[in-house]
């Protein structure tokens, strides 16, 4: 049985930084791309951030770029989120998703297994 477990989530001031986990059991984690999408209120389900299952391959969404960075230690089936210079428009639940395939993907459709999100507040 895979299960996917977020931790690190919070309520954070703007410009404040936050590092979310993403614990991995019951699937081979090396062998899967993983990802990181997040849900605001009202809102569909965004694409944040994806990394191959060598580590090597990242793409972000422009929304996050060069404040988000994912990473990922397949020694301890964990992926990471570091999240710097935090804003308002960042709250959501944050969640990580393991995907169908090796290589990066941004598409939802792509991704399997997901975690039950975490909760991520930025006041102005």
């Known amino acids: 049985q895979v299960q996917l477990v977020e931790s690190g989530g919070g309520l954070v001031q703007t410009g404040g930084s936050l590092r979310l986990s993403c614990a991995a059991s019951?699937?081979?984690?090396?062998?899967?791309?993983m990802g990181w999408f997040r849900q605001a209120p009202g809102k569909e389900r965004d694409f944040v951030a994806t990394?191959?299952?060598?580590?090597?391959?990242?793409k972000y969404a422009d929304s996050v770029k060069g404040r988000f960075a994912i990473s990922r230690d397949n020694a301890k089936n964990t992926v990471y989120l570091q999240m710097n210079n935090l804003r308002p428009e960042d709250t959501a639940i944050y969640y990580c998703?393991?995907?169908?395939?090796?290589?990066?993907?941004?598409?939802?459709?792509?991704?399997?297994?997901w975690g039950q999100g975490t909760q991520v507040t930025v006041s102005s």
């Open positions: 019951g699937l081979t984690f090396a062998s899967y791309a």
């Open positions: 998703a393991a995907a169908t395939r090796y290589t990066i993907t941004v598409s939802l459709d792509d991704y399997r297994y």
């Open positions: 990394i191959s299952g060598s580590g090597y391959s990242i």
